[in-house]
């Protein structure tokens, strides 16, 4: 069964960056979405972007991440800046509609 597979996580401090990578085969036509699960919480979507570009972001993040994508790699991506301790969490991407099973996400943790 066909799963993203998220990649680019790991330990930032305040104010940091990183970027996240999301590869889902036969993606490029979807509207694709990145969520992120803290713990004890639910998965909320943070960022989705339209096949043609279009992008809808949380209030929470705006300003501060861009979702992009390569449509011929099948590839979405998550450019985080200026993080802080509230975006810790595992994030995973999926498509918005007929979505794939589940993949194991990547954790990011923001903490000095």
């Known amino acids: 069964q066909v799963q993203p597979v998220e990649s680019g996580g790991g330990l930032v401090q305040p104010g940091g960056s990183l970027r996240l990578s999301c590869a889902l085969s036969?993606?490029?036509?979807?509207?694709m979405g990145w969520y992120r699960q803290a713990p004890g919480k639910q998965r909320e979507l943070v960022a989705r972007?339209?096949?043609?570009?279009?992008?809808y972001y949380v209030d929470s993040v705006k300003g501060r991440f861009t979702i992009s994508r390569n449509n011929a790699k099948n590839t979405v991506y998550l450019q985080m800046s200026s993080l802080k301790p509230e975006d810790t969490a595992v994030y995973h991407c999926n498509r918005i509609y007929n979505q794939a099973s589940w993949g194991q996400g990547t954790q990011v943790t923001v903490s000095s």
């Open positions: 036969g993606s490029s036509f979807s509207v």
């Open positions: 972007i339209g096949s043609g570009g279009d992008t």
